[in-house]
């Protein structure tokens, strides 16, 4: 009975039979069988070591273990990185949109296959795992100190990187521009030192369209937060912004919004972080 237990968890090593769930439960109860009928009444220490991998590496499988939809979303999640990540890297074709007092300025560009982006960038006087915590970690409030968003909930967690939510934007000062709301799958990496947020519109089971507001739709988008070279305790802030607002609003009035959007959205998030140092709440990825 051992070699034929070895043999089957042998072969969940292999990546195309890592994916059946059964076979993965299978191969954890084998082993289990196994160890008991070999330890006897008194197991040895290294039985009871064994055991306690074992019980470990089971749950570890379990976790990793996505239904389809699931898989669905972290594909989305990380396409959705990638592309952003793409339409960044490429320096050239970009224009400048405007420029704050303070520096902060947001610039766009035409792509065929997905239209007007617009990126801003910032730096801003936190280190990256403080602003990380507070978009991802505490994602949910920001409606509080964000008075262009309204809610922002999520509505299933996959993992520890990936996450679909619904957000509801305020109106803009005059009503140019309605509520509108989203349901993004986002995705929430770290390489190194640079800290990832990145999303796209999907669907989702638990938030249909609502009556009376309009459903937008956004991606790639995408934060990128690193270190700045001569200051670790600052951050060279980047975010892509791509939304497709839906309705019949003017384009010229679309680029003024979304660009004075992202700049609001940088005093925000300062304002916020300030309060928070000012609150004394430490703030670790």
Known sequence: ????????????????????????????????????????????NWISQVRRRSSLLSSRIEEEVHSEEEMSYVKQGESALQKAIGILSEQEGWTLETVAPNGDKVLSKVLPDVGKVFKLEVVLEQPPDNLYQELVGNMEQMGEWNPNVKEVKILQKIGKDTMVTHEVSAETPGNLVGPRDFVSVRCAKRRGSTCFLAGMSTQHPKMPEQKG???????????????????????????????????WIPKTIINKVLSQTQVDFANHLRQRMSDNVSMGMPHAC
Request: charged share 20%.
């Open 1 to 44: 009975m051992l070699p034929a237990t070895f043999k089957l968890c042998a072969g969940i090593s292999y990546r195309h039979m890592r994916n059946m769930t059964g076979l993965r439960r299978n191969a954890m109860v084998a082993i289990h069988h196994e160890l008991s009928r070999l330890s006897g009444p008194g197991p040895s």
């Open 213 to 247: 507001v309009v459903r937008a739709e956004n991606g790639p988008t995408c934060i990128v937060m690193k270190h700045c070279a001569d200051d670790p305790n600052k951050t060279k802030f980047t975010w892509l912004l791509s939304i497709d607002l839906k309705g």
